[in-house]
């Protein structure tokens, strides 16, 4: 398994700043990856971070709005930019000890509050 | 088009009252299917990998079955430290991209 923490916890945002999510797994990892979780919902996958390459973007997320950082094999960053009230949600980053195959491990979350 | 349906949406039950949440799929080739438990304001928790038809994984009160179209989380005797929201995925066998079911939420009463 893997221990994944995130930071911040949560936090509460002002409509139209950015804030950036930190997620540090304990372990080199290939893959990593980035859900959001709207209240009562299952998870939605916004990206694929691969350390030395460009992130994966799902339909109906992109880079200009969710930039994502992997500097290195431990760690990587989520920015939700120009944020609005329909932002708020929880963000998870998880990671995958297979090269992608085989189960994922998730952080903690981060709770988010668009005001 | 690949898809994960869990049922029920929320199950109650008196601690020490067996059920079965059920989790079907459809997929163009399954890698693996994933079992989660998720607490309120946290993380999923990984809890079971099935691989093949057939398969059985056990933890505790929890055993996980798979078939071709389905998997169920069978509880026994549950206790109230069980509620969770228990959360069915599936990875097909062309890209790593896990596919979620909405997820059964599970109430223990004591």
């Known amino acids: 398994s893997a221990v994944i923490s995130q930071k911040p916890s949560r936090d509460i945002c002002q409509r139209g700043t950015s804030l950036t999510i930190q997620c540090q797994v304990d372990s080199q990892v290939t893959m990593m990856f980035w859900y959001r979780q709207q209240p009562g919902q299952s998870l939605t996958l916004i990206a694929t971070?691969?350390?030395?390459?460009?992130?994966?973007?799902e339909s109906g997320f992109v880079i200009d709005k969710f930039p994502i950082s992997r500097p290195n094999l431990t760690f990587s960053t989520l920015t939700v930019s120009n944020m609005s009230p329909e932002d708020s949600s929880i963000y998870l980053c998880?990671?995958?000890?297979?090269?992608?195959?085989?189960?994922?491990?998730f952080g903690p979350g981060t709770r988010l509050t668009v005001t | 088009e690949d898809q994960v349906t869990q049922s029920p949406e929320a199950l109650r039950l008196q601690e020490g009252e067996s059920s079965s949440l059920n989790c079907s799929y459809t997929?163009?080739?399954?890698?693996?299917l994933f079992w989660y438990r998720q607490d309120p304001g946290k993380g999923p928790e990984f809890l079971f990998t099935l691989y093949s038809a057939g398969e059985e994984k056990e933890k505790e009160r929890l055993k996980a079955t798979l078939t071709k179209k389905e998997s169920f989380l069978h509880i026994t005797a549950p206790k109230p430290e069980d509620s969770a929201t228990y959360l069915c995925?599936?990875?097909?066998?062309?890209?790593?991209?896990?596919?979620w079911g909405a997820g059964t939420k599970l109430i223990i009463k004591p």
């Open positions: 997929v163009s080739g399954l890698r693996g």
């Open positions: 998880s990671v995958a000890l297979m090269g992608g195959e085989g189960e994922q491990y």
């Open positions: 971070a691969n350390q030395g390459s460009e992130a994966t973007y």
């Open positions: 995925a599936v990875q097909a066998d062309s890209n790593y991209q896990l596919i």
